[in-house]
């Protein structure tokens, strides 16, 4: 089993539709989780944050964590063209960012 | 503010050859982290420095790499002798790491150098 684990994609949402993101993670441990979005050819940059259950809103995007199921998802509203990129989910194990192998995400004009 | 710098952007370089990536990390940050991206392994973390001491190498591949730190504001990557499977993007990122706030682990990537080695 992987440490992290996401979909790989390619994701397909039209223009103005909510896109999901789902992220899985192994350590039980981890206490915070962060998304990155990865542009072709580009360095990752951070979206944002989340460390407790629930939901976390931040513009047009929210992230969820539900500790139980060791799931972490992103939601994207009002999706734009844009928004495609590859999203990364990286839990904090131990000190250390244990990134996923990205979900690349195609917004459709 | 000058966010990670890294060089060189690209570099090419045939096997055998010793290849030498920089980094230097935002000004204040305490935390330094070499990574490797790759098609097939995604991005993986090689080391990583806090107060300009290794913390972990586990993700070092083998023998070949090393990374030093010899002050807040520089860090390199070397590999010696190069091999083509070491053809990758590395990035090196940073972060302000403050004990007990969750949201210090937030890390500032660079913008990477992309090796090739023929």
């Known amino acids: 089993q992987k440490e992290v684990e996401q979909n790989s994609g390619p994701l397909s949402v039209p223009e103005g539709a909510i896109a999901s993101l789902n992220c899985t993670y192994s350590?039980?441990?981890?206490?915070?989780f962060f998304w990155y979005r990865q542009y072709s050819g580009k360095s990752p940059e951070l979206i944002m944050f989340?460390?407790?259950?629930g939901d976390k809103e931040d513009g047009r995007f929210t992230a969820q964590l539900n500790k139980a199921s060791q799931y972490v998802s992103l939601l994207i509203r009002d999706s734009q063209p844009s928004d495609s990129a590859t999203y990364l989910c990286?839990?904090?194990?131990?000190?250390?960012?244990?990134f996923g192998q990205g979900t690349e995400l195609s917004v459709k004009p | 503010d000058a966010g990670v710098i890294q060089s060189p952007r690209h570099e090419v370089t045939e096997m055998g050859q010793e290849v030498t990536l920089r980094c230097k990390p935002i000004?204040?940050?305490?935390?330094l982290f070499w990574y490797r991206q790759t098609m097939m392994r995604g991005l993986e973390l090689l080391i990583y420095?806090?107060?300009?001491?290794?913390?972990?190498d586990s993700g070092m591949p083998e023998d070949r790499f090393s990374a030093k730190m010899p002050n807040a504001s520089f860090s390199t990557l070397k590999i010696q002798p190069s091999e083509p499977r070491d053809s990758a993007v590395y990035f090196c990122?940073?972060?302000?790491?403050?004990?007990?706030?969750?949201?210090?682990?937030?890390?500032?990537f660079g913008p990477g150098t992309r090796l090739t080695v023929t």
């Open positions: 990122a940073s972060s302000l790491r403050v004990s007990g706030d969750r949201s210090s682990y937030e890390q500032y």
């Open positions: 350590d039980r441990g981890s206490q915070s």
């Open positions: 989340i460390y407790s259950n």
């Open positions: 990286a839990p904090n194990q131990g000190g250390k960012l244990i």
């Open positions: 000004s204040g940050h305490n935390s």
């Open positions: 420095f806090n107060n300009n001491v290794p913390i972990d």
